[in-house]
């Protein structure tokens, strides 16, 4: 069981441009994770730096959705508003 979280103000700076994409990773809430959790940022992160490259914004909402479900049903720490925010929606 995972016991209070601290969270810190998220840190907002420029995007950086890499491999054509923009870095997001400053946009979201840090927060210390458990066991098991240590790559739930980054792999959250990495979801919705691809999903911005998907043009059409109703298949990119629809596919951040099913992502949201994923997140839920394999206990990956995440927050569903930033994480649209980071989608581009």
Request: glycine share 6%; net charge negative.
């Amino acid at each position: 069981m995972v016991g209070l979280q601290k969270t810190t103000k998220p840190r907002v700076v420029v995007g950086k441009l890499l491999n054509n994409m923009i870095k997001l990773s400053s946009l979201i809430n840090e927060v210390e994770v458990g066991q098991g959790h240590e790559n739930d940022r980054d792999m959250v992160v990495g979801v919705a730096e691809i999903l911005r490259m998907v043009d059409d914004i109703n298949n990119r909402k629809e596919i951040a959705e099913a992502m949201l479900r994923k997140f839920k049903s394999e206990d990956v720490i995440h927050n569903a508003a930033e994480f649209l925010t980071l989608c581009g929606i």
